[in-house]
């Protein structure tokens, strides 16, 4: 797909057809996902696939029932970021952001995430909200490892509608 045409018609899915999600494809997306940018090329961002049945039925309990609605059918992806890397040397934060940097290079690996899953035919939906506690027990995450997000990730069962966008004066300055 053309790269302009794929950003125009990525939209976050709420609604997913009972269709699983090849483990190939899921590899190859996070694949792609991992050659985003990063701090000093630390490569943080860290990738939890949850895909089989009985996983999934285990992990959607983890969700607010709004998102368990929302990514019924969906497999998931959690991605985490390893701490005290992006925006450190030798231990100490470089600048007054310190694991910002972490969770704003995770940003980007999620961002490369859902354009390839769109590239490969699958649709994604990045949800905040979910037991962090949970899910950190149930795919046995490392305590040095901060949890972001949890993305949906399935083939749409409808078509979804692009919210109103601001218009560009209201989000960009130029000088």
Known sequence: MEFQE?????????????????HE??????????LAPSWKNS???????????????QFREMLPSFNQKSSANAAYIVTTYVKGVSGFTAG??????????GAYDLGLHDAYLVLAA?????DTLI???RDQDGIRRLLEIPEEECIVSV??????????????RKNLAEVAKFF
């Not at 494809?25 to 991992?34: G, M």
């Not at 100490?92 to 940097?101: M, R, T």
């Open 118 to 122: 769109a590239n490969a035919g699958y």
């Open 151 to 164: 993305i949906a990730i399935g083939k749409r069962a409808s078509e979804p509608v692009l919210g109103k």
């Open 43 to 57: 490569q943080t961002g860290r990738y939890y696939v949850v895909e089989s049945p009985e996983m999934i039925g």
């Open 127 to 129: 949800m905040g909200l």
């Open 92 to 101: 100490s934060p470089d600048n007054e952001l310190g694991n910002v940097w």
């Open 6 to 22: 794929l950003i125009k018609t990525r939209r976050s899915v709420r609604n997913y057809k009972e269709e699983p999600v090849e």
């Open 25 to 34: 494809a899921l590899e190859e997306i996070i694949k792609e996902a991992s």
